[in-house]
């Protein structure tokens, strides 16, 4: 649209005969548009990673892990890093759940409701 006005303007500048119609404004009504998208596009981005990032804080930043040595079972706390796969973690009451796995001992009950969005 932009370049045919431009095209149509000089036409119309340079003879008499030939008329056209401009369509300037067509072109800077779809320049907005698409400098505003993407303004939203960039907005909502940055709200995203804010929120990502405060949900990565939520994780605990170490564990207590459940080794047998000689036979006898020992408590170590460790950085979440350092948990390997098959890994026995001792998670009490109140406490928030480090990784994922099963309940090799005792019950347990996760309130999921801040993952899934559900009412407790």
Known sequence: AFFGSV????MTSCSLL???????????????????GKLLENIAKGKTSKALLKLMDLQ???????????????????????????AVVKVMAGDKV?????????????????ISGEHI
Not at 7 to 10: C, G, I, L, S
Not at 20 to 35: C, I, P
Not at 60 to 84: A, M, W, Y
Not at 98 to 114: F, I, N, Q, R, Y
């Open 60 to 86: 605990p930043k170490d564990v207590v892990l459940l080794e047998t040595v000689n036979g006898e079972v020992k408590e170590r706390r460790v950085p979440i890093t350092e948990v390997q796969g098959n």
């Open 98 to 114: 480090p990784v994922d796995g099963e309940v090799t001992w005792g019950t347990a009950s996760v309130d999921e409701s801040v």
């Open 18 to 36: 030939h008329h056209g119609q401009y369509y300037f404004n067509a072109s800077a009504t779809l320049m907005t548009f698409m400098l505003l």
């Open 7 to 10: 095209y149509y303007m000089f």
